[in-house]
């Protein structure tokens, strides 16, 4: 009975799993449209605005597990094997400080900057998001799955956090 009921559940949490990998590829493939066919260069707005309202509206990071375009290239790409194991604190103290405000700095200076050049905008603002898909890329290969995603992700940690805590104090 027991394994029976273990059985059921892997099945379910296989299907639970395959039908966010879709929800997941969709957003991709959606993103791809409105980044690169499109050419809509607030494209990393409306992604940053929607996790943000979404996470207000669940109060968790729902973006992050079954929308972000991110985190579906990083599983793609991923592959087990023997990474280095460093603390998190360092991780956050000497590197994404730095990242997120050369992020946010870059996106806000690019937007206000080339405001009236689209096309350069654009591609700006495409190469700061293909260095991010890098970033990951790399530090997933180096440090573990999920690593970007817990440490370094510049809409995670300084965004979404503060929008769930301020969620969760506001519904006490």
């Known amino acids: ?42 494209t990393m707005f409306i992604l940053f605005a929607f996790a943000v309202i979404l996470t207000a509206l669940q109060g968790r990071a729902g973006y992050c597990a079954y929308y972000c375009p991110m985190a579906t290239l990083q599983q793609g790409f991923y592959r087990k094997k023997n990474h280095f194991h460093i603390g998190k ?16 700095g870059g996106a806000v200076s690019m937007a206000w900057f080339f405001r009236y050049r689209p096309l350069t ?6 190469q700061l998001m293909m260095a991010m898909v890098f970033i990951a890329l790399v530090s997933q290969s180096l440090f573990g799955k999920g690593f970007f995603c817990g440490n370094l992700c510049p809409l995670r940690i300084p965004v979404l956090k503060n929008v769930i805590r301020i969620r969760r104090s506001l519904s006490r």
């Open 1 to 42: 009975m027991v394994l029976y009921r273990r059985k059921l559940f892997m099945e379910t949490a296989g299907i639970h799993e395959k039908k966010k990998q879709g929800k997941k590829t969709l957003f991709l493939l959606f993103t791809f449209f409105l980044m690169c066919i499109a050419k809509l260069w607030f």
């Open 89 to 104: 604190k360092w991780m956050t103290g000497a590197f994404f400080y730095p990242m997120a405000i050369l992020f946010w």
């Open 121 to 126: 905008l654009w591609f700006a603002i495409l």
